[in-house]
């Protein structure tokens, strides 16, 4: 089949500036790209080409930034051309602009996250864009289950398809144990018990309870200590006040807690090689972070939350916990504490969850998912 | 050849202000696209920290004023429509100069840069209700004036409407922050002080944001953005000073649209928090004055409250504990500062319900929560984040062409607020249900009539202390009966009309729907919106005054008490 994937405005792909769905993407495209005829739609960058072929997929790329802009852009893109089969990543807006420029491709519509509720679409356009869609992909059982409430009538188009990692670039073995002594040994860390957060620093994922939870954590584990990869640091001058807050918090904690700052994509892997125990305190319905499939691919147990997705993928006790209140820094705490006490469980877990993402998280079946819906 | 890019240059003004070199040649390159001569530029004021600037300068034309915008060309185009839509309403706003190509503002080193006429200003009393007051109905015009705005293609949408419901949501979370820092840092007095105190204010906000969200805000804010107009956001003694004519405003370069309401109430807490104490007479006199020049209609003015109910002085005051929390809580005029907001607060709430504030109190399972998703909001939150690709043009030369093709979005969102009756008649009932007079407040009344500025003084007998032309003629200057309503056949695709002459003082002429500059692409729904909002403004002000002359007051009790005839 003759197929179109359009990406979103907001970044480009590949993901020379980040952002999951265009890694998702990235992930994926290679794959696909090997059963059908691929091109993949999305906005310029300065760094990119406006075409180019790249293996067998297809770039075009088109100006972005502004939602609308790039509308009009993808209509014009379409006037012209003829896809089989058009899939649209995250932006149920643009199915009526899509569907009516192409009035007899298939449409298959990607939801990574929250732009169906009712803030974000008026209620006619995302009923037309059920409508007009044969699928719509989500990340994760609960996205699915976000929009069921709101449109019952998506109950049938719906599937899950879960994201994946690159597992050769997380694998860990003699030369990441290496990196992982390195990298501790620069920041104070050697002998100690690393608890590590990634992500962005802002309130709704949860950094500050973490922090605060090592509070009570000191007494029973004083060798631990918490790494903070991600945003804009401590030293910054331009700090936004959760940053501050944070800061405070940490400046006080028993236990050290170290910020990184700013990790390119790049060398991120080298931090899952360097903690001990992967928590995700996220706060808010999270469709499903990334981050755990990364740090099952490193080999680390995981502790998240009973937010949004995210607990899909934990089998609890296997390769990982479940904290059920991360507004509490107590439970936190005496989950972490449960975990460290029992290094020899902790290994197994991490162990169990590397071969969980051998299984269910590689691209590979992410593409095989994708490839499935598409027939 | 390369510009310098301008960009802040260092920390908060000091005692004397100065720009970088590269900005006075910037300066000069402006300078040199206008028609006039300069004798002598001084600067008058800098901000260093965002990279702006001000200077006085003397030309063959008379006294003006240069200023470097610093926020970005977009948002700052926003501004220069809204000051250049505001002379032409015949506001006290300085009045834009165009350049030699006819342009209203110049880009320059990335930012854009402005020549106004420079107006003589005194600053309004500050130590009496007067000044108060002068500064209150001043605002009111400039609100009033600022309806219908609608910016300039290029320009970014600036908007503060719908952010209520998040900005207070984000205050009530990090007043909760402020009891986890003084719990962690507790070993300073302050911080056992403040841990005492902060349940209070928390409670103060949860109540305030359950309000907001059962309240009155979510119909206001249906009735979108360009019938609200435009909230200065940076309003006070500064500036809004006395000058020919009356209350000038200046330094518009932060207007958003928004409730009016937010100036206002800025404008009251801040005063209130720096008398110590929550005044009923200066409260009821700045409210006053302000509906003089722009009527509060009663669900607006419960919003007032609400927002005053918010702690917004407490949060404003404290949450600088988040950035040095030591230094704060070891300062010592830390320990005076919250003495301060615990004097003023106690005075609070009895002035808030004689005002008539119906702040209900949230449940003790109440779980703060986005609440308030309506389409307009969705519409608004696309454009908010739509920027238009275009840059603007330097030869910009006042509003031209409608906004850019954001406009389908929000031309649903104008489609969500309440349609215009068919029949626009003064007598139909408004779309908006109106919530009873019952559940209104009670009219708040004024103790003795202060002194407003310039206010003519209207007959007892049947009119309010209300400062407009008498009702029947501006209901017929709004020409209802013979309204056509613009269709897509009789929408003029004639040529844009010729640009306004540059104005050297702005048109007194008082304002009405008729006198209103039309604009060819005003869209037909824009006109009813407009029209609708001031047509129940004014049907408002004329049934149900907000506050009653006290004349008649005394005219009605004297009937009331008169002795009875006897009967023959």
Same mark, same amino acid.
């Given at each position: 089949?003759?197929?179109?994937?359009?990406?979103?405005?907001? %970044? !480009?792909?590949?993901?020379?500036? *980040?952002?999951?769905?265009?890694?998702? #993407?990235? =992930?994926?495209?290679?794959? $696909?790209? &090997?059963?059908?005829?691929?091109?993949?739609?999305?906005?310029?960058?300065?760094? %990119? !080409?406006?075409?180019?072929?790249? *293996?067998?997929?297809?770039?075009?790329? #088109?100006? =972005?930034?502004?939602?609308? $802009?790039? &509308?009009?852009?993808?209509?014009?893109?379409?006037?012209?051309?003829?896809?089989? %089969?058009?899939?649209?990543?995250?932006?149920?807006?643009?199915?009526?602009?899509?569907?009516?420029?192409?009035?007899?491709?298939?449409?298959?519509?990607?939801?990574?996250?929250?732009?169906?509720?009712?803030?974000?679409?008026?209620?006619?356009?995302?009923?037309?864009?059920?409508?007009?869609?044969?699928?719509?992909?989500?990340?994760?059982?609960?996205?699915?289950?976000?929009?069921?409430?709101?449109?019952?009538?998506?109950?049938?188009?719906?599937?899950?398809?879960?994201?994946?990692?690159?597992?050769?670039?997380?694998?860990?073995?003699?030369?990441?144990?290496?990196?992982?002594?390195?990298?501790?040994?620069?920041?104070?860390?050697?002998?100690?018990?690393?608890?590590?957060?990634?992500?962005?620093?802002?309130?709704?994922?949860?950094?500050?309870?973490?922090?605060?939870?090592?509070?009570?954590?000191?007494?029973?584990?004083?060798?631990?200590?918490?790494?903070?990869?991600?945003?804009?640091?401590?030293?910054?001058?331009?700090?936004?006040?959760?940053?501050?807050?944070?800061?405070?918090?940490?400046?006080?904690?028993?236990?050290?807690?170290?910020?990184?700052?700013?990790?390119?994509?790049?060398?991120?892997?080298?931090?899952?090689?360097?903690?001990?125990?992967?928590?995700?305190?996220?706060?808010?319905?999270?469709?499903?972070?990334?981050?755990?499939?990364?740090?099952?691919?490193?080999?680390?147990?995981?502790?998240?939350?009973?937010?949004?997705?995210?607990?899909?993928?934990?089998?609890?006790?296997?390769?990982?916990?479940?904290?059920?209140?991360?507004?509490?820094?107590?439970?936190?705490?005496?989950?972490?504490?449960?975990?460290?006490?029992?290094?020899?469980?902790?290994?197994?877990?991490?162990?169990?969850?590397?071969?969980?993402?051998?299984?269910?998280?590689?691209?590979?079946?992410?593409?095989?998912?994708?490839?499935?819906?598409?027939? | 050849?390369?510009?310098?890019?301008?960009?802040?240059?260092?920390?908060?003004?000091?005692?004397?202000?100065?720009?970088?070199?590269?900005?006075?040649?910037?300066?000069?390159?402006?300078?040199?696209?206008?028609?006039?001569?300069?004798?002598?530029?001084?600067?008058?004021?800098?901000?260093?920290?965002?990279?702006?600037?001000?200077?006085?300068?003397?030309?063959?034309?008379?006294?003006?004023?240069?200023?470097?915008?610093?926020?970005?060309?977009?948002?700052?185009?926003?501004?220069?429509?809204?000051?250049?839509?505001?002379?032409?309403?015949?506001?006290?706003?300085?009045?834009?100069?165009?350049?030699?190509?006819?342009?209203?503002?110049?880009?320059?080193?990335?930012?854009?840069?402005?020549?106004?006429?420079?107006?003589?200003?005194?600053?309004?009393?500050?130590?009496?209700?007067?000044?108060?007051?002068?500064?209150?109905?001043?605002?009111?015009?400039?609100?009033?004036?600022?309806?219908?705005?609608?910016?300039?293609?290029?320009?970014?949408?600036?908007?503060?409407?719908?952010?209520?419901?998040?900005?207070?949501?984000?205050?009530?979370?990090?007043?909760?922050?402020?009891?986890?820092?003084?719990?962690?840092?507790?070993?300073?007095?302050?911080?056992?002080?403040?841990?005492?105190?902060?349940?209070?204010?928390?409670?103060?906000?949860?109540?305030?944001?359950?309000?907001?969200?059962?309240?009155?805000?979510?119909?206001?804010?249906?009735?979108?953005?360009?019938?609200?107009?435009?909230?200065?956001?940076?309003?006070?003694?500064?500036?809004?000073?006395?000058?020919?004519?009356?209350?000038?405003?200046?330094?518009?370069?932060?207007?958003?649209?928004?409730?009016?309401?937010?100036?206002?109430?800025?404008?009251?807490?801040?005063?209130?928090?720096?008398?110590?104490?929550?005044?009923?007479?200066?409260?009821?006199?700045?409210?006053?004055?302000?509906?003089?020049?722009?009527?509060?209609?009663?669900?607006?003015?419960?919003?007032?409250?609400?927002?005053?109910?918010?702690?917004?002085?407490?949060?404003?005051?404290?949450?600088?504990?988040?950035?040095?929390?030591?230094?704060?809580?070891?300062?010592?005029?830390?320990?005076?500062?919250?003495?301060?907001?615990?004097?003023?607060?106690?005075?609070?709430?009895?002035?808030?319900?004689?005002?008539?504030?119906?702040?209900?109190?949230?449940?003790?399972?109440?779980?703060?929560?986005?609440?308030?998703?309506?389409?307009?909001?969705?519409?608004?939150?696309?454009?908010?984040?739509?920027?238009?690709?275009?840059?603007?043009?330097?030869?910009?030369?006042?509003?031209?062409?409608?906004?850019?093709?954001?406009?389908?979005?929000?031309?649903?969102?104008?489609?969500?607020?309440?349609?215009?009756?068919?029949?626009?008649?003064?007598?139909?009932?408004?779309?908006?249900?109106?919530?009873?007079?019952?559940?209104?407040?009670?009219?708040?009344?004024?103790?003795?009539?202060?002194?407003?500025?310039?206010?003519?003084?209207?007959?007892?007998?049947?009119?309010?202390?209300?400062?407009?032309?008498?009702?029947?003629?501006?209901?017929?200057?709004?020409?209802?009966?013979?309204?056509?309503?613009?269709?897509?056949?009789?929408?003029?695709?004639?040529?844009?009309?010729?640009?306004?002459?540059?104005?050297?003082?702005?048109?007194?002429?008082?304002?009405?729907?008729?006198?209103?500059?039309?604009?060819?692409?005003?869209?037909?729904?824009?006109?009813?919106?407009?029209?609708?909002?001031?047509?129940?403004?004014?049907?408002?002000?004329?049934?149900?005054?907000?506050?009653?002359?006290?004349?008649?007051?005394?005219?009605?009790?004297?009937?009331?008490?008169?002795?009875?005839?006897?009967?023959?």
């Amino acid at each position: 089949m003759n197929i179109l994937m359009i990406v979103t405005e907001k %970044l !480009p792909v590949p993901p020379i500036r *980040g952002g999951a769905i265009q890694t998702y #993407i990235s =992930g994926i495209s290679e794959g $696909l790209s &090997r059963h059908h005829s691929l091109t993949i739609l999305g906005r310029t960058d300065p760094e %990119l !080409p406006d075409s180019e072929t790249v *293996g067998r997929i297809r770039y075009e790329r #088109i100006p =972005g930034g502004n939602f609308d $802009l790039y &509308r009009e852009g993808v209509e014009a893109f379409l006037k012209d051309r003829s896809y089989d %089969l058009i899939h649209i990543f995250n932006r149920p807006l643009m199915v009526e602009t899509v569907r009516r420029a192409a009035p007899h491709a298939r449409l298959i519509l990607s939801m990574h996250n929250d732009m169906f509720l009712p803030g974000k679409i008026a209620p006619e356009q995302a009923a037309l864009a059920i409508q007009e869609v044969e699928r719509i992909v989500t990340v994760s059982d609960y996205v699915g289950r976000a929009i069921c409430d709101d449109y019952p009538q998506a109950a049938d188009k719906l599937r899950t398809v879960y994201s994946g990692v690159d597992l050769a670039r997380y694998r860990t073995g003699s030369s990441s144990r290496q990196i992982r002594e390195q990298l501790r040994r620069e920041h104070g860390l050697t002998g100690k018990k690393v608890v590590l957060f990634v992500g962005r620093l802002s309130p709704k994922k949860g950094a500050d309870m973490l922090v605060r939870a090592m509070y009570p954590l000191a007494k029973k584990h004083p060798d631990a200590a918490l790494v903070i990869v991600g945003g804009r640091w401590f030293s910054d001058n331009s700090i936004s006040d959760y940053v501050a807050y944070i800061r405070a918090l940490a400046a006080r904690a028993p236990l050290p807690v170290i910020s990184t700052g700013y990790i390119d994509a790049a060398q991120i892997h080298h931090w899952f090689w360097a903690g001990d125990l992967f928590v995700c305190p996220s706060l808010w319905m999270e469709p499903l972070a990334r981050v755990h499939y990364e740090a099952m691919a490193a080999e680390l147990p995981i502790l998240t939350t009973s937010r949004g997705g995210n607990p899909e993928v934990i089998e609890p006790g296997r390769n990982g916990l479940i904290i059920e209140t991360p507004e509490q820094p107590d439970e936190i705490a005496q989950k972490i504490s449960e975990l460290l006490s029992n290094p020899a469980k902790m290994k197994a877990m991490g162990q169990y969850g590397r071969r969980l993402a051998e299984q269910k998280y590689g691209w590979e079946r992410v593409v095989a998912d994708i490839l499935s819906v598409w027939k | 050849m390369t510009e310098w890019t301008i960009v802040p240059w260092g920390d908060v003004e000091g005692d004397v202000p100065t720009v970088p070199p590269e900005l006075d040649q910037l300066a000069e390159q402006v300078i040199s696209r206008y028609d006039m001569r300069v004798q002598e530029r001084t600067l008058i004021t800098t901000k260093p920290d965002k990279g702006g600037a001000i200077w006085k300068i003397l030309t063959d034309k008379g006294p003006r004023s240069l200023k470097v915008l610093h926020r970005t060309p977009p948002r700052s185009l926003f501004s220069v429509g809204a000051q250049e839509y505001l002379v032409n309403k015949g506001a006290r706003v300085p009045a834009l100069i165009p350049n030699r190509d006819g342009a209203l503002c110049c880009e320059c080193g990335g930012k854009l840069w402005i020549v106004t006429d420079w107006i003589d200003l005194t600053p309004a009393s500050k130590v009496d209700l007067e000044g108060a007051q002068a500064l209150c109905y001043g605002l009111g015009e400039f609100h009033r004036h600022s309806q219908g705005y609608m910016p300039p293609a290029g320009a970014e949408r600036a908007s503060r409407l719908y952010g209520y419901e998040k900005q207070y949501m984000k205050i009530l979370e990090k007043i909760s922050w402020f009891r986890v820092i003084a719990a962690t840092y507790s070993d300073h007095p302050a911080s056992r002080r403040l841990l005492g105190i902060v349940d209070k204010y928390e409670q103060q906000a949860r109540d305030a944001l359950h309000t907001l969200q059962n309240g009155p805000y979510p119909a206001l804010i249906e009735r979108g953005e360009a019938a609200w107009g435009l909230a200065h956001q940076d309003y006070g003694w500064s500036n809004g000073q006395q000058g020919p004519g009356g209350l000038w405003i200046i330094d518009l370069d932060g207007v958003a649209y928004d409730l009016p309401i937010r100036d206002l109430r800025k404008l009251i807490t801040s005063t209130m928090h720096d008398m110590g104490v929550w005044d009923l007479t200066w409260m009821r006199g700045m409210i006053d004055a302000y509906n003089q020049a722009n009527p509060i209609e009663p669900e607006l003015y419960q919003m007032l409250l609400i927002d005053m109910a918010m702690p917004n002085e407490f949060y404003k005051h404290i949450k600088e504990i988040v950035f040095e929390p030591e230094l704060f809580l070891n300062d010592p005029q830390t320990a005076a500062l919250l003495d301060h907001l615990e004097a003023t607060d106690a005075t609070k709430w009895a002035a808030l319900k004689e005002l008539g504030a119906v702040i209900q109190t949230a449940p003790s399972d109440f779980k703060p929560r986005y609440l308030i998703h309506t389409a307009t909001a969705a519409s608004a939150h696309a454009a908010n984040r739509s920027h238009s690709h275009a840059v603007p043009s330097p030869q910009y030369a006042g509003l031209a062409s409608p906004p850019p093709a954001a406009a389908p979005t929000k031309s649903r969102a104008d489609s969500k607020t309440p349609a215009a009756p068919k029949t626009p008649a003064a007598s139909s009932t408004p779309a908006n249900p109106k919530t009873p007079a019952a559940k209104t407040p009670a009219i708040p009344k004024t103790t003795a009539a202060p002194k407003t500025p310039a206010a003519p003084v209207p007959s007892a007998a049947n009119s309010p202390s209300l400062d407009l032309p008498d009702i029947p003629s501006l209901l017929d200057a709004l020409d209802l009966k013979n309204f056509k309503p613009k269709t897509a056949k009789t929408s003029s695709k004639k040529s844009a009309p010729p640009r306004p002459k540059p104005l050297s003082m702005p048109d007194k002429r008082p304002f009405t729907v008729s006198n209103r500059t039309k604009r060819p692409d005003e869209s037909l729904k824009q006109r009813r919106a407009y029209i609708e909002f001031t047509a129940r403004a004014l049907i408002q002000a004329a049934n149900q005054p907000l506050t009653p002359d006290p004349r008649i007051q005394k005219l009605v009790e004297a009937l009331i008490n008169q002795p009875r005839k006897e009967k023959k």
